[in-house]
């Protein structure tokens, strides 16, 4: 695949951009978590896979993992929030 058509994980050596599917799956899993929360955020994966490999149908489900995945993050700092808070609170606000 040329060069301009691969996935380029951020923060990765150019040597590392995945030119295929199998290679894509296999530079994924070492990837730090921070790294795959940029992409799914941005929906990366899903755009690269519909876009680049014609695959609507894994493109779709792979959307559907972003999705979710942002969802789930935007509820966990809402709750880190409303902990922080709370904490805050409790401590010197509570008197």
Do not use: N
């Not at 493109?59 to 995945?69: G, N, T, V, Y």
Request: proline share 3%.
């Amino acid at each position: 695949m040329p060069t301009d058509r691969r996935f380029y994980f951020r923060h990765q050596r150019a040597a590392d951009a995945a030119a295929t599917l199998a290679a894509f799956h296999a530079r994924l899993k070492p990837i730090a978590p921070a790294t795959i929360a940029y992409h799914a955020a941005r929906r990366d994966f899903a755009r690269w896979i519909a876009d680049t490999l014609a695959d609507e149908a894994l493109a779709s489900e792979i959307a559907h993992i972003e999705r979710d995945m942002i969802g789930r993050q935007a509820a966990a700092v809402e709750a880190a929030r409303q902990q922080v808070c709370q904490a805050v609170r409790r401590r010197y606000l509570q008197r």
